[in-house]
């Protein structure tokens, strides 16, 4: 740990943060929605959950005692059927034939951890079932999706069935290749259609069909290959089903929160199913993959943050630096020298990672202040040559949280642009890969996010098509970065036992969001900063007669004006620090402000 240096009486300078020469972002607009009510006490005590818990579940629209314990105890009969899934029987009967027959079919996934944890479930679990399968998982070189090289290599090698994972929706030319080849597809996906058509494989399996009647359009990749195995056991191997479900409920859970799936709904169910299961993991890859993680469960389950910030951005990585197939080797094998080997790497590459996008965002933020109009520009489009395809949407990621708009970050090599997408709430970035369907080579993805291919002359047209499509529905007053807090509170409602009883919102993520609390008219009465360079900050903070520790890692220019004595308000998520033995409340600073 970093030696801690006093803080200034006052903090008249500002901390390191991570760009500060290029000007801060806009203030930040506090929106605190709600406070404890009377209300919140009398669920508080039905329920035997804190006052401060009770009034963001209803303000969540949590509002009954029962309403309150089906949130916090999410049933399986909340479980859609999977039979109700489009194109799910004919899928299941054609690959009952393959396994009896001991045809060789391919499962041919995507490149990041839905598509990872997709593809490893298939293969593990059909293999079990006597399958003849093997697993491909492209490189980002290749580019996303099934594509028509992928089929023809698949016909050399005399395959006569590929089953696509979290990939395959838009894939019109590689279909209609298999089908020449008198290869059959089954597609197996969660991203958006290309409105009312599909490509003419022999099923189509995602619940964000038109025609489709499943009750949960929200499912992950994993989540809809899921369904579809679950389906082929409970119709010909039933004997297995509730196994398959127990052991494989844990992959479901981690692509659902990696891929910021919203957590209500079926996707709470198997997540917080899930996380549990993963706490407890029989599966070498993943017990390797923890330990080098460092993430060790929060009682007897994970939390959302176990996974977005210490087990998915380790499995991305590899496929960040063309290596996707190692994260696929590590969930397939039962190794325990050859998975602590590859956790090892993944660890590596993630370091890599982070290395590599510290600096590509520090080129990508010099580039936007020259070319962009930030006063009249809805929308981020940035290209740089030689950028690496796998950090672009990372880079668009933090662009987004500075900037509080849509941006799409471009690696131009081979005469080649290929990029990825990043959007805000109020912004559906499929509309962008619509509006630009006659550049792209090959484009996709969701309403918060998409991937790009096309050729590097059309830059400035789909740069400028990008930015038109948002300033047509965006103003630039809609454009404020946004602090959304839960529950404004006293200090006398806060405590480590506080803490525990927020955790049963888990698992916090998208459609979920981790509860963040607000104190006003705090003062700060000691300090310190701490880190390389200071970069962070260490209160102190008084409240009514209580004391806090508080941190506030990398506050950069939004440090200024603070000092020792000084009044303020915080919005923080309340956590536990163990350190020694001893556990004592920390409040982690999101943002504050001077009264």
């Not at 105890?73 to 009967?93: C, M, N, R, T, Y």
């Not at 590899?318 to 397939?332: E, N």
């Not at 839960?486 to 927020?502: I, K």
Request: glycine residues 10%; charged residues 25%; contains cysteine.
């Amino acid at each position: 740990m970093a030696v801690a240096t006093p803080l200034k009486s006052s903090l008249s300078r500002t901390t390191r943060g991570d760009y500060p020469q290029f000007g801060a972002p806009k203030q930040a607009a506090w929106k605190i929605t709600t406070r404890i009510e009377n209300c919140d006490h009398l669920i508080s005590a039905e329920c035997d959950i804190s006052p401060v818990t009770a009034a963001i579940l209803r303000a969540r629209g949590y509002v009954t005692g029962s309403e309150v314990r089906a949130f916090l105890e999410p049933d399986s009969i909340g479980l859609q059927d999977p039979f109700e899934l489009p194109d799910v029987k004919p899928a299941i009967v054609r690959l009952h034939r393959a396994i009896e027959d001991k045809e060789p079919f391919l499962v041919f996934g995507d490149y990041d951890v839905d598509g990872i944890t997709s593809t490893a479930m298939l293969v593990r679990s059909l293999e079990r079932l006597g399958a003849q399968v093997s697993a491909r998982i492209p490189e980002r070189r290749d580019g996303y999706d099934l594509s028509v090289q992928v089929v023809e290599d698949a016909h050399a090698r005399g395959i006569g069935l590929i089953l696509t994972a979290d990939c395959g929706i838009r894939a019109f030319q590689a279909v209609e290749r298999a089908r020449e080849l008198g290869i059959d597809v089954i597609i197996t996906d969660h991203h958006e259609p290309d409105g009312h058509t599909l490509p003419k494989a022999l099923a189509v399996i995602n619940p964000k069909r038109d025609d489709s009647v499943y009750g949960f359009r929200e499912l992950c990749g994993c989540g809809v290959a899921f369904k579809v195995m679950q389906a082929l056991l409970e119709e010909f191997w039933p004997k297995y089903a509730a196994g398959f479900a127990a052991k494989y409920v844990e992959f479901v859970a981690m692509a659902t929160i990696a891929d910021c799936m919203p957590l209500e709904g079926e996707n709470r169910i198997l997540a917080r199913e899930g996380l549990r299961r993963l706490a407890g993991t029989q599966k070498v890859g993943l017990q390797s993959l923890m330990q080098i993680a460092r993430v060790q469960p929060s009682g007897d389950s994970l939390t959302g943050k176990h996974v977005s910030f210490g087990l998915a951005p380790r499995l991305n990585s590899a496929g960040r630096f063309d290596a996707a197939i190692k994260g696929l080797q590590l969930l397939m094998s039962s190794d325990e020298s050859q998975c602590m080997r590859l956790a090892g790497e993944l660890e590596e590459f993630n370091r890599e990672r982070q290395n590599v996008t510290n600096k590509m965002l520090r080129e990508a933020i010099e580039l936007l202040h020259r070319e962009v109009d930030l006063t009249n520009d809805c929308a981020i489009v940035l290209a740089g040559h030689n950028w690496s395809r796998g950090m672009v949407g990372l880079v668009a990621s933090r662009l987004v949280e500075r900037y509080a708009r849509p941006a799409i970050v471009l690696g131009l090599s081979d005469g080649m642009a290929r990029g990825s997408g990043r959007s805000i709430s109020s912004f559906d970035m499929v509309s962008v890969v619509d509006a630009t369907r006659h550049l792209l080579q090959s484009g996709g993805g969701h309403k918060g996010a998409c991937g790009v291919h096309f050729d590097q002359m059309d830059f400035d047209e789909f740069r400028d098509t990008a930015v038109k499509c948002a300033n047509e529905k965006l103003t630039i007053g809609d454009l404020v970065p946004t602090v959304q807090a839960d529950c404004a509170v006293d200090g006398s409602d806060l405590s480590p036992m506080l803490v525990r009883d927020l955790e049963k919102l888990e698992p916090c993520g998208k459609g979920n969001a981790e509860p963040v609390l607000v104190l006003e008219n705090a003062q700060i009465v000691d300090g310190k900063s701490m880190g390389e360079g200071g970069a962070h900050l260490k209160w102190k903070i008084k409240s009514g007669d209580r004391q806090f520790e508080a941190v506030w890692w990398r506050p950069g220019e939004k440090a200024m004006g603070f000092g020792i004595g000084k009044r303020i308000d915080l919005c923080f998520v309340p956590e536990l620090n163990i350190w020694n033995g001893n556990t004592t409340l920390q409040l982690n600073i999101k943002e504050a402000r001077l009264k």
